[in-house]
């Protein structure tokens, strides 16, 4: 029964199911929930996004030489897991996290594995201008399904100013297919209090394609800490 109750890790809201459009009461975006609060009251191992082992896709990238060692940035980095991976292959990685706690681990895990990183407390929804033009590599792993679709642009916008002309970007959200987190609708509430926004391939086309030339988008299953779960990938190039 533990195991049952451990995959259901999110809930639908009680809003309105016959329209994806309708947002259901008291909602709270990434940028008013206490995401520094879950990372201080719960140990890492019960935390649902923090999952050591770096994703297929982003270990393909680099195998593949598709993206090479250089200035990176970890959007949401959360404790650091995957900028680590990435400076250990000889990236120069930053990581971005509104919570200082995570960000205080992130360091913490760095040194314990023996590498450089530079972790950053800041909003990836707020003013990133002092990293304009810093970055080759821009990645959000899992990041964008905390942020809701009126809040996005903006974000996206962040990326695109911080990215260098050509530069790389990877972004990774749940899809609006996926069953496993508790039924089906684009609003989902967490156990842990967030509320996720479930995308379609179509709606992120339209997100990215106005800054950036998509190289690939996908739907693909994506291996989580209590159960395999759809997301949208979404590989591009900066305009």
Known sequence: MQKSRRRERVRPC???RNSDREKPREIKP???IDIDKIYREYSPDRIPWNVEDPPEILVEL????????CRSADMGCGI???AIYLAGRGFAVTG????PTAIGLARENAV??????????ADVLGDLSGFAGTFSFVYDWELLHHIFPEQRLSYVENVRRILKPGGKYLSVCFSENDTGFGGTGKYRETSL????YFSSEKELESLFSRFFTILELKTAEIKGR???HLAVCAFMESN
């Not at 971005?96 to 919570?99: F, K, P």
């Not at 209090?193 to 996720?196: F, I, K, P």
């Open 80 to 82: 650091g897991n995957y």
């Open 226 to 228: 209590f159960a395999n």
């Open 193 to 196: 209090g967030t509320v996720l």
């Open 62 to 69: 680099v195998r593949s030489m598709k993206v090479k060692p």
């Open 14 to 16: 009680s809003c309105n």
């Open 30 to 32: 990434i940028k008013t």
């Open 96 to 99: 971005i996290d509104s919570s």
């Open 112 to 121: 314990k594995k023996g590498v450089a990183c530079d972790f950053v407390v």
